[in-house]
């Protein structure tokens, strides 16, 4: 029984690994976008189920993207981005969100430019940067960097779809990981925890992508279609504080 856990954990820990990979990505292109456009910080910030709050899904930051902090669409600018997905650029942005955040991340924001991250008319999320550097410090952003911004987001898009396609193989993973915990008996793998509530969103989904494999090529791609769409609705909403930003 022993060697039947070593295997699910190698399973999951290369999951795990697969996913932090590709957050890692997300990581690197808010840095190269930073570097694009003289920025001092970056993040992207991913919509609660009901759409009422931001959180930072990836953040140059540490401390935001580990904090839990969420923006609360209603009154911010980043929300005012993602309600209606038209980029924006402030100066010296004053809020009780601003100040909160500032605070939790030893900063101070100065310059704040926001782009939403929109594909197929679906929106993921919203990409910030904050302040400026290098020769740029105490320069606001340009119409310009907004432009450059904007097309990055696009780039974005496409780096969202990949995530969420991860996340979502991962996740089935881990429901059928589930099972064999189950189908062996195996106790000390039994506790999936926070893992184990991202897989189960993706249940039907998952049934979904399976039976479509026995399908013709286009009866596929709707039910693959549909799949995405209920992916789209199963995000999980996030239990934490939120203000403005």
Known sequence: MSDFATALQRI???GDGILLDAAEMLRQLVKDTCEAISASEGSILIPS?????LRFLVSMNPTLEESGITVSVAGSVSGYVFSSRQAM????PDSPGVSRVDQLAQIETNYLLAVPIVDDDRVYGVATFVNRS???AGTPFSIQDLK???GF?????TAMKLYRKIEFSTSVAELE????????????TGDLGAAGAVASKYRIPALIAEKSLTLPDREREMLLRMADLLEEYAEDGEESGH???
């Open 243 to 245: 203000d403005d930003l």
């Open 153 to 157: 987001g696009e780039i974005y898009a």
């Open 89 to 92: 650029a402030k100066v010296n």
């Open 177 to 188: 990981i589930a099972e064999h915990v189950r189908e062996f008996d195996l106790d000390e």
């Open 134 to 136: 290098g020769d740029f």
């Open 148 to 150: 450059a911004a904007q």
């Open 49 to 53: 189920d009901d759409q009422t709050e």
């Open 12 to 14: 999951r820990k290369h």
